[in-house]
Nanobody
Framework: VQLQASGGGLMQPGGSLKLSCKAS????????MGWYRQVPGKQCELVAS???????DYGDSVSGRVTISRDNAKKTIYLQMNSLEADDTAVYYC???????????WGQGTQVTVSS
């Protein structure tokens, strides 16, 4: 199983970013997918998740600024984040959760740095 994330980098405060995560080795359409982020010394937190039936949930710290979407044909999820803040600086990880709810897969992470 591979979860290949892309789209991170250095971003301007107030700007936008779009992260992508392409999955392989799983039956993508039946998996719930998500984005988490982690700052050194802090707990990993949910950014957004999307179920196999396209129901989305968002973390409290980003609610209203992010949109998660999925393209089952491309086996890819996307995270659109607007109005970037310095506190959005983190490593963002792609997550795949099987229907059983256990045995998650994780991507390698992509660094997002918000700074002027």
């Amino acid at each position: 199983v591979q979860l290949q994330a892309s789209g991170g980098g250095l971003m301007q405060p107030g700007g936008s970013l779009k992260l992508s995560c392409k999955a392989s080795g799983i039956i993508f359409s039946i998996y719930a997918m998500g984005w988490y982020r982690q700052v050194p010394g802090k707990q990993c937190e949910l950014v957004a998740s999307i179920t196999s039936s396209d129901r989305a949930d968002y973390g409290d710290s980003v609610s209203g600024r992010v949109t998660i979407s999925r393209d089952n044909a491309k086996k890819t999820i996307y995270l659109q984040m607007n109005s970037l803040e310095a506190d959005d600086t983190a490593v963002y990880y792609c997550n795949a959760r099987p229907p059983s709810g256990t045995g998650d897969y994780w991507g390698q992470g992509t660094q997002v740095t918000v700074s002027s």
